[in-house]
């Protein structure tokens, strides 16, 4: 009787474990689908606003800046670079969070952007 109550302890734990598991997998899936969508709006604004910085100063060559942590979410940092090369603008952000979660974008446009 003694060997089955331990087995079923031991069944039981096992699940346990596997619920933990995938509750933590599903919260890190959360965090980068996040974590990826605020990088997509990050390099989608500064490709509009390259394009609109581009149109009023023609001999803009680009920018860099950082997205403190904070203004997005809390452990999130974004760093944007925006470089003009022969009327193509390129835009790139990556976001790094503390737990060592990363994400990149990049957009590329014309001046007409």
């Known amino acids: ?3 089955m109550a331990l087995v079923v302890l031991l069944v039981i734990s096992l699940l ?3 619920q933990v598991r995938r509750a933590v997998a599903d919260r890190r899936q959360e965090q980068l689908e996040l974590l990826r969508m605020q990088t997509d709006a990050v390099a989608d604004a500064a490709l509009r606003m390259a394009g609109e910085r581009l149109r009023a100063d023609a001999g803009w060559m680009g920018a860099e800046w950082t997205v403190p942590a904070g203004v997005l979410a809390a452990e999130t940092v974004i760093q944007v670079e ?3 090369l022969n ?3 390129t835009a790139t952000a990556r976001a790094r969070v503390d737990n060592n979660l990363t994400c990149s974008a990049i957009r590329t446009g014309g001046t007409r952007t």
């Open 82 to 84: 925006v470089q003009v």
């Open 16 to 18: 346990c474990a596997e």
């Open 87 to 89: 009327g193509s603008i």
């Open 1 to 3: 009787m003694l060997v």
